[in-house]
């Protein structure tokens, strides 16, 4: 989903540099130092579930969950998603150093939209809250490979082609990580009700002790 | 799935003091991030053949060992390969029609190909650059580079945190899904199949979230006042090898900084 170094022009590289910088820094202010353990220890359980690989027929998908990741981090998506990348950057040498505003933009900022969005509907008792899982899961992945696909137009009229397959081979993800998102909501609501934000600042430490 | 997590220096421990090993993180990771901006303003190929051949001569003075760093720029090019397939298929800009060879009815495109070379030149470029310099440094120096680097605490504190528990998390998945192995489940996408792999997730997040609150409570105990300590770097150099390595550090960037802006200079010049 992130893209390497190498393809962006500069100025689509300084415009997600300019958005991802500035809401990088209200989410870690919102972030209370409280909760950064437990913000750093769910970022490195999602870090190795995007690791997984699900075999399609010759090939295989790798998972993304940012939409899960959204819904149970919240805005602390952004901070968790930028160590995510600066691991795999460091470690992997995927995505890049000087792409890392633009991967953030692509992968943190639908998280938190479709997590902020979703959310509310987890606790509903009806089955409100299993279209609501598939939306944040599904959702994401779809704005995601929007912004991917948005980021290589922006980049010059040579990339459009890959930008549309790109979200192209999204599509089949996306529907995989709605109907995963929905299994791994609900296996939350049954054992662990209060993990979706469970990071969220409002919340009284105390609670836990 | 793997369940280590290196950069290519935790296995070159036994580099000489003088190398690039040795040199101060902040200062490599400096001249990373520099060099792969300036790397990625190129727009033309003749500068991204120099970049790239710069930083490939980074790597080969890193003397970092080849089977840690191919793995490495192996993955970054699986990612041009579909740009290497598409633009020449795909691209034709206003008039320009010169075609490289034709496969039946397919063109290959030379404008196409001269766009997938420079993308291809500038990743490997950047790619090189990051392996030789933030590679040749263990994640935790790297992450009291960041720190040295103004990057906030909490950034730099989050990022070790979820490194020190990546290598736990997926042993512990490892073991789950194992243990699903062993009692008949085959992997795929049929929706039996995503069900048992949501539950697998849902179970990691669990033990990770129990994990977490297990660790909040400690530290709350001990004290916490939100503040993540590090350790300051030790070096068993001794001390005129140190200086040594601190002013080739220094070099080392000014180089970086210089080669960058070299390379842009000439691609708006060209």
Do not use: D, H, W, Y
């Given at each position: 989903m992130h893209i390497?170094?190498?393809v962006l022009s500069a100025p689509v590289l300084a415009g997600g540099a300019a958005l991802a910088l500035p809401a990088l820094g209200w989410s870690l202010k919102r972030l209370p130092w409280d909760h950064i353990m437990s913000t750093g220890i769910l970022s490195a359980a999602f870090f190795t579930a995007s690791l997984i690989h699900i075999?399609?027929?010759p090939g295989s998908v790798h998972l993304i969950l940012n939409g899960v990741l959204g819904a149970v981090l919240g805005p602390a998506a952004f901070p968790a998603v930028a160590a995510a990348l600066l691991l795999q950057a460091?470690?992997?040498?995927?995505?890049?150093?000087?792409?890392?505003?633009?991967?953030?933009?692509?992968?943190?900022g639908p998280a938190v939209l479709c997590g902020t969005v979703c959310r509310p509907f987890f606790r509903t008792d009806c089955k409100v809250w299993a279209a609501a899982a598939f939306a944040c899961?599904?959702?994401?992945?779809l704005f995601s490979a929007l912004l991917c696909a948005l980021a290589l137009s922006l980049s010059g009229e040579v990339f459009r082609s890959a930008a549309g397959v790109i979200f192209l081979a999204h599509l089949p993800i996306m529907l995989i990580e709605g109907f995963l998102s929905m299994g791994i909501i609900g296996y939350l609501r049954k054992t662990m009700p209060e993990l979706p934000a469970a990071t969220r600042p409002e919340r009284d430490h105390a609670d836990d002790l | 799935m793997r369940t280590t997590f290196d950069t290519p220096a935790d296995s070159a421990r036994s580099l000489p003091y003088f190398s690039l090993r040795a040199?101060?993180?902040?200062r490599k990771l400096a001249a990373a991030a520099v060099f792969s901006l300036c790397a990625a303003l190129l727009s033309r190929p003749a500068p991204a053949l120099g970049a790239c051949l710069f930083a490939v001569l980074l790597?080969?003075?890193s003397g970092l060992p080849l089977r840690e760093v191919a793995p490495r720029l192996a993955s970054v090019n699986a990612f041009f390969l579909p740009f290497w397939l598409l633009l020449p298929l795909s691209y034709v800009p206003g008039g320009d029609t010169r075609t490289l060879f034709s496969l039946g009815p397919l063109a290959f495109r030379t404008a196409g190909f001269e766009t997938a070379l420079l993308i291809w030149l500038k990743g490997n470029a950047a790619a090189c650059a990051i392996a030789a310099l933030a590679g040749s440094s263990t994640l935790a120096e790297n992450g009291r580079a960041l720190r040295a680097l103004r990057v906030p605490d909490k950034m730099t504190a989050l990022l070790l945190i979820t490194y020190a528990d990546?290598?736990?998390?997926?042993r512990e998945y490892v073991r789950l899904f194992q243990a699903a192995r062993l009692r008949g489940f085959v992997p795929g996408a049929s929706p039996a199949a995503c069900r048992v792999y949501a539950r697998l997730i849902g179970l990691l997040l669990v033990r990770s979230r129990q994990k977490a609150r297990r660790v909040e409570q400690a530290m709350l105990l001990r004290g916490f006042r939100g503040?993540?300590?590090?350790?300051?770097?030790?070096?068993?150099?001794?001390?005129t090898i140190r200086l040594r390595n601190r002013r080739a550090a220094a070099l080392l960037f000014a180089l970086c900084c210089l080669a960058g802006g070299t390379l842009v200079v000439w691609d708006i010049m060209l």
């Open positions: 390497s170094e190498g075999p399609i027929g460091l470690l992997f040498n995927f995505g890049g150093l000087s792409t890392l505003g633009v991967n953030l933009c692509i992968m943190a899961g599904a959702g994401a992945v | 040199m101060r993180p902040e790597l080969c003075c990546l290598g736990l998390m997926a503040c993540f300590p590090l350790l300051p770097a030790q070096c068993s150099c001794p001390p």
